[in-house]
């Protein structure tokens, strides 16, 4: 789906339209006179020179330009350019495949060595407990050194038995003895590491175990065994063992990422090598060239969606711009509702921006507030089109790309031309098709063309949903590398965000969390009572009107220029006018079409 950049105001047409922009919010009129099917052939190569030399001159003219969109589709027949571009992304994918799989037996290590890590790190709390209740009871605290002693004495006792004692043979291991102790095993359990002579065993634990001479034996023997095990045999391996385990998995850790960091140039590059035939825009355009036959002729065509813009100025009749450029403004006057500023003042782990927004401010733009409803409308549809969630962090995000842009051009030596501090400007939207034919005969043909190539007059507001258009691209390259490399799922949700969605939920949370999604739609509530006022004003604005009296301040619904018949129509199209026969006479002045010259 395509972006829904509402367009008007319509001078003549139905204000209450609500696909069109209402006088005050907002202006994006394209001038029906300057919109213009280009159609250039030349020789191999001139046509590419031209574009790019055009990419270069935009600057020139104070315009910032982008790519928004792009994709290929390279006949087979065409061998050379063939290879260079589609067998290209198809030797991508073999790298990728193979990458991936290196990154999944990367893991595989990793788990193996991750759980023999956990079993030597248990070993070792064990000895921890050992050695830290020998210091409480040292200190003094003896109730407590004892207590946590045991603990992890016990355990080992346990583990001797279990998987030492055990293999000594049939009639010597305690648990094949039991039948004649009973409670041999849990007197095991009472002995200290002092308890190694059968005698005082037998006159220590006799009147409150009851245990025999032949048993204190038997005791005495296992006791003796079990300290050598603990103190020379099992803890010097466990220490070894768990020193190795730890430069393994740190190894094994560095190499997983590794493997990720290197794939991920690759899979940038497949996925900005957009084949034309995967997508649905591209597939109908080419239906449209009676002559392209894939299978016999030896053709490429390639697409790139071009912007421009820059500021223009005018004084206005009704409401001046800011005079103070990157003054500062609160968070609420740029357009910000109370759950935006909320979620912007999450830690950035969450999403939100911490302690960079602790002072709830913004540096201001020509006109505020910024973020107003068309501005979020736009947002909707971004999030819609690239199916990432956009949140207040790339709404700022945006507005900061336009404030650095008017930086840049104010700073003294750049090589921007600078711009106007104005929140409206002038838009270029250049759809460009590259054709190459290579002819039987040997010979090639270059065509460039515009389908159609259009200005605009447009506001501050739909500039920055182009702008956030941008963030989203990106974001949405981001999302699809974390996707591919499993470190997130759909929208680009972080691994602890799925864990949460797949927890179970009480029908009391599933309906807490519906409440907070709620938070970023458009609040009903808000200037409400401005709402009301502004009702009152636009129904007088239009009774006055039906006697002949024009009064734009009336009829405006925001504070962008109103006055569209009086002011847009005859101040701001002549630059967008300007704007667009530049651009239209440097192509063809490039290609030498017959009366055409580049001033």
């Known amino acids: 789906m395509e972006v829904n950049y509402p367009e008007g105001p319509d001078p003549y047409g139905d204000v209450s ?132 002693r045991n603990r992890g004495e016990q355990t080992l006792k346990a ?56 048993e204190s ?83 490429s065509m390639d697409f790139v969606r071009l912007w421009a813009w820059k500021p223009i100025t005018f004084a206005e009749k009704y409401k001046g711009t800011r005079q103070n450029p990157f003054d500062e403004v609160r968070a609420v006057d740029a357009g910000l509702l109370p759950e935006d500023i909320e979620f912007l003042k999450k830690p950035e782990e969450e999403g939100g921006m911490g302690d960079k927004f602790k002072k709830e401010t913004l540096k201001a733009l020509p006109l505020e507030p910024s973020i107003d409803s068309v501005f979020r409308k736009i947002a909707d549809d971004v999030e ?20 650095d842009r008017f930086a840049t051009s104010a700073r003294a030596g750049s090589s921007f031309e600078t711009w106007v501090w104005s929140p409206y400007f002038v838009f270029v939207d250049m759809p460009v098709y590259r054709s190459v034919i290579r002819y039987p005969s040997g010979s090639e043909l270059e065509n460039i063309f515009f389908e159609d190539i259009r200005a605009a007059a447009q506001t501050q507001n739909i500039i920055l949903g182009h702008y956030l258009e941008l963030v989203a691209r990106d974001k949405q390259m981001d999302v699809y590398l974390l996707q591919m490399l499993g470190d997130a799922g759909a929208k680009g949700a972080t691994i602890e965000q799925l864990l949460k969605e797949l927890e179970w939920k009480t029908e009391e949370e599933k309906k807490e969390e519906k409440e907070e999604k709620k938070g970023f739609e458009i609040s009903k509530t808000v200037g409400q009572a401005k709402g009301q006022i502004k009702t009152v004003r636009v129904g007088l ?44 006479n440097y192509m063809k002045a490039a290609f030498q079409v017959p009366g055409s010259r580049f001033v």
């Open 217 to 299: 034996v038997i005791l005495a023997t296992k006791n003796k065994l079990y300290i050598e095990w603990r103190d020379r045999l099992f803890r010097q391996t466990v220490d070894e063992r768990y020193r190795t385990m730890v430069r393994l998995m740190q190894a094994r850790k560095k190499s997983v990422e590794e493997y990720k960091v290197m794939l991920r140039p690759l899979m940038a590059r497949h996925k900005m090598i957009t084949d034309g035939l995967a997508e649905k825009g591209s597939r109908a355009a080419q239906h449209k060239l009676s002559f392209w036959r894939p299978d016999t002729q030896a053709m």
């Open 17 to 148: 339209d609500p696909k069109k922009l209402k006088p005050g919010e907002g202006i994006n009129t394209y001038p029906p006179e300057r919109e213009m099917y280009l159609d250039l052939n030349s020789p191999m190569g001139k046509g590419t020179e031209a574009l790019t030399g055009l990419m270069f001159q935009l600057p020139r003219w104070g315009f910032e330009r982008w790519k928004i969109e792009e994709w290929v589709d390279v006949t087979p027949v065409f061998q050379q350019y063939y290879q260079l571009t589609v067998q290209q992304k198809q030797q991508i994918e073999q790298q990728i495949k193979s990458g991936l799989a290196s990154v999944s037996q990367a893991i595989s290590d990793l788990d193996l060595v991750s759980h023999d890590f956990r079993k030597y790190r248990e070993f070792m709390d064990f000895f921890t407990m050992i050695d830290k209740g020998n210091e409480m009871i040292k200190k003094g605290k003896k109730e407590e050194g004892e207590k946590l």
């Open 384 to 403: 819609k089109k690239y199916d990432v969630k956009i949140t207040p962090k790339d709404w700022l995000a945006a507005r900061q790309m336009l404030l």
């Open 541 to 584: 604005g239009k009774t006055l009107e039906t006697f002949g009296f024009q009064s734009a301040f009336l009829r405006s619904e925001g504070k962008y220029q109103g006055a569209f018949r009086d002011r847009v129509t005859k101040y701001y199209m002549t630059e967008v006018a300007a704007a667009y026969d530049a651009v239209i």
């Open 159 to 214: 583990i001797f038995i279990d998987q030492v004692d055990i293999h000594t043979g049939e009639g010597v291991a305690l648990r094949s003895i039991a039948s004649r102790w009973p409670t041999i095993i849990a007197d095991f359990m009472q002995m200290k590491d002092k308890d190694t002579d059968y005698k005082k065993i037998t006159q220590d634990y006799k009147k409150d175990l009851g245990i025999s001479e032949a």
